[in-house]
């Protein structure tokens, strides 16, 4: 079992940046981490995920550019740096990961964290 914890939420205006994290109790090794937001009245999409070894970055298209993930393993935590936030990523973001070393980016999600609201003032 994994449990994530992220943290760094909150209300930025529109320009602002954020940098959201996430603690895992423990990660399996080969695995990528993710982000995920589930923007009000729309399904959970996916946001960005990174490789084991953060060689390997994988971006939803409308957040290149402007948001970058990263990782640290010896702190089991992964990173979401959000610039030039618009109001249309108000969301409440998730940190997930994988028990499955050969799941790709943006599947097999199966550890959850409880998620962050984040909010975008025009």
């Known amino acids: 079992q994994v449990q994530l914890v992220e943290s760094g939420g909150g209300l930025v205006q529109a320009g602002g940046s954020l940098r959201l994290s996430c603690a895992a109790s423990?990660?399996?090794?080969?695995?990528?981490m993710g982000w995920f937001r589930q923007p009000p009245g729309k399904e959970r999409e996916f946001v960005a995920a990174i490789s084991w070894t953060g060689s390997i970055t994988d971006y939803e298209d409308s957040v290149k550019g402007r948001f970058t993930i990263s990782r640290d393993n010896a702190k089991l935590t992964a990173y979401l740096q959000m610039n030039s936030l618009k109001p249309e990523d108000t969301a409440v973001f998730y940190c997930a990961t994988q028990g499955d070393p050969e799941a790709n980016s943006r599947a097999n999600y199966v550890y959850w964290g409880q998620g962050i609201q984040v909010t975008v003032s025009s």
């Open positions: 423990r990660l399996f090794f080969g695995t990528y």
